[in-house]
């Protein structure tokens, strides 16, 4: 019977996966660019959400770093040990325990910790309550324990043993795939009800029906969790079944976190500035904007400007809603004038 190795060997995945890495690593750059823009654009050094441009700059930055040491992990697997090792590049990166491989284990902890993160905050930031978000952060723990005992796992397994497959390294993966698969299934499905819940609230209270004024937000937090998910489940399965593809797929997940996280503030930042056209309607988080203000003028909702990332209506003790921008700087001032 053929193993996963000889379908896939390691030597031959390690070019796939840095290629295509390599690809998304390059969208995700232009996203970067794209979402300081969005975060800079039109605002004041007090306006700017400098939270959100440091997480943005985190996860570039260990982007950045987790290609370039996947580029001299395939140099050093193809070029200089091709010979040194017996049986070649392919027994080579059979070894986790290699300083390239943990490092590269730790970049992708810290650049999944920092995406939950992210999740979990948009969640009390939706909710504007402590006890939504506990057990995300219990499942946080979970993650961080998870992703240590892997990276030490790693460190300390012996590829004669089956390298990454062993149990007592397999073990750690797979706990650690899980963990953040659960962790982003769950707070996506806690955003998505919350934004769901206050829309159709907003629905009811508006003259004329609003219709779907938080809809595209909706539509933007389901996308990226979507994303993320099927990624992440893809990577679990992959090395559930043994089979080297998880390599593939793990060095992909890098750019996605990145990629996730820009498209949420990429996607209401261009809504938010792009004008419609005349005659037609705005799009729908312009009339989202536009619903607010003018909830706001019959003095059913209350407001305040917050610097937050993640555009959302939350409710207040007296049953009020307030709204945030999702990008992180909509001012009271600049929804008034949305509704002229």
């Known amino acids: ?32 660019g794209v979402t300081l823009w969005v975060l800079f654009y039109r605002r004041s050094t007090k306006e700017v959400n400098r939270s959100m441009v440091v ?10 770093m ?24 392919p027994v080579w990166f059979t070894n986790p325990s290699d300083f390239t491989f943990v490092f590269k284990s730790a970049i992708y902890s810290f650049q999944t910790v920092t995406g939950d993160g992210v999740v979990i905050y948009r969640c009390y930031m939706v909710w504007q309550n402590v006890y939504v978000i506990i057990f995300p952060l219990i499942m946080l723990a979970g993650v961080v324990t998870a992703s240590i005992g892997s990276v ?11 390298g990454i497959f062993f149990k007592e390294t397999g073990q750690w993966i797979t706990a650690f795939y899980a963990s953040t ?27 004329g029906g609003g219709g779907s004024s938080l809809m595209p937000v909706l539509l933007i937090v389901v996308d990226a969790g979507v994303l993320y998910s099927v990624t992440l489940l893809s990577a679990l399965l992959c090395f559930v079944n043994k089979s080297n593809g998880q390599y593939i797929v793990l060095d992909m997940v890098m750019p996605i976190i990145s990629i996730v996280f820009y498209m949420v503030i990429i996607r209401v930042g261009i809504a938010k500035v792009t004008p419609s056209s005349r005659g037609g309607e705005s799009s729908g988080l312009a009339h ?31 049953d009020r809603s307030q709204y945030q921008d999702l990008d992180g700087s909509m001012t009271k001032r600049e929804m008034d004038a949305s509704s002229v």
């Open 66 to 89: 987790h290609i370039g040491n996947d580029i001299a992990r395939i140099i050093k697997g193809l070029v200089y040990n091709r010979n040194f090792e017996p049986g070649g590049p």
């Open 1 to 32: 019977m053929s193993t996963a190795g000889d379908v896939l060997p390691l030597d031959k995945a390690g070019i796939i996966s840095t290629v295509l890495e390599g690809v998304l690593y390059g969208f995700s750059v232009f996203m970067y």
């Open 288 to 318: 989202g904007l536009s619903t607010a203000a003018h909830t706001q003028s019959r003095g059913e909702y209350a407001m305040r400007p917050l610097e937050v990332h993640i555009t959302q209506l939350t409710e207040s003790q007296k």
């Open 55 to 64: 997480v943005a700059t985190c996860l570039f930055i260990f982007s950045t």
């Open 152 to 162: 030490w796992a790693c460190s300390q397994a012996n590829p004669a043993q089956g």
């Open 181 to 207: 698969l659960s962790t982003n299934l769950i707070c996506t499905m806690i955003l998505a009800f919350r934004i769901w819940q206050i829309n159709s609230r907003v629905s009811r209270k508006t003259p």
